[in-house]
């Protein structure tokens, strides 16, 4: 089993709010890392650390964590935003990284 | 801009040992952690391992006996060996870089920033 888990799948309609969330007790410890993949394409990083987006992510893409629950939320979810998310994190142990399971987006 | 190159054999038998390098390019090498993470059809994302410049490597526990991540600073490249491969490693198999930073709050954070194109890999007699 992963150290980290996700919902397999969760949908929101168009403009409104969703958040994914990652649950492991790693995260007492370590900020997740969120990645967006598209079918077909390599994963995409949207949140890092402390609520970080990289250049050219949307602000409508945040993230918290609290104990061992991380969040990615998305305000205003747009038609582009059906993916596969991602979290990463390290694992227990320090010495490894783990993912979880992903979620997949749908947007109506 | 940094850009990572990836490339390796895409087409194997069973048993046969899973080849494949990552060649950075336009920023440095050292002071990261360089990952492989592995795709298989239709499912979520495996951490294989990582390696910095000085070729300390931390591996995924399941699958650290057929694995081998090595570096070659020279080149700024580094590579993935997986022997004896199944039907099971058919994946697309991708290089990524691993950033980290830290804070007052939580500590360290680790996050793939900058992430190859993917090399398909199939397994097939």
């Known amino acids: 089993s992963s150290e980290v888990t996700q919902d397999r799948a969760v949908s929101v309609a168009l403009g409104q709010t969703v958040r994914i969330t990652c649950q492991g007790d790693s995260l007492r410890s370590y900020y997740a890392s969120w990645y967006q993949q598209k079918p077909g394409q390599a994963p995409v990083l949207v949140i890092y650390g402390k609520g970080n987006r990289p250049s050219g992510i949307p602000d409508r893409f945040s993230g918290s964590s609290s104990g061992n629950t991380a969040s990615l939320t998305i305000t205003g979810a747009q038609a582009e935003d059906e993916a596969d998310y991602y979290c990463n994190t390290r694992g227990t142990s320090g010495n490894q990284l783990v993912f979880g399971g992903g979620t997949k987006l749908t947007v109506l | 801009q940094v850009q990572l190159q990836q490339w390796g054999a895409g087409l194997l038998k069973p048993s046969e040992t899973l080849s494949l390098s990552c060649a950075v390019y336009?920023?440095?090498?050292?002071?990261?952690?360089w990952s492989w993470i592995r795709q298989p059809p239709g499912r979520g994302l495996e951490w294989i391992g990582e390696i910095n410049h000085r070729g300390s490597t931390n591996y995924n526990p399941s699958r650290k006996s057929r694995v081998s991540i090595s570096v070659d600073m020279s080149k700024n490249q580094f590579s993935l060996k997986l022997s004896s491969v199944t039907a099971a490693d058919t994946a697309v198999y991708y290089c990524a870089r691993v950033n980290s930073g830290s804070d007052l709050w939580q500590g360290s954070y680790y996050y793939m920033d900058v992430w190859g194109k993917g090399t398909t890999v199939t397994v097939s007699s």
């Open positions: 336009g920023g440095s090498f050292s002071g990261y952690y």
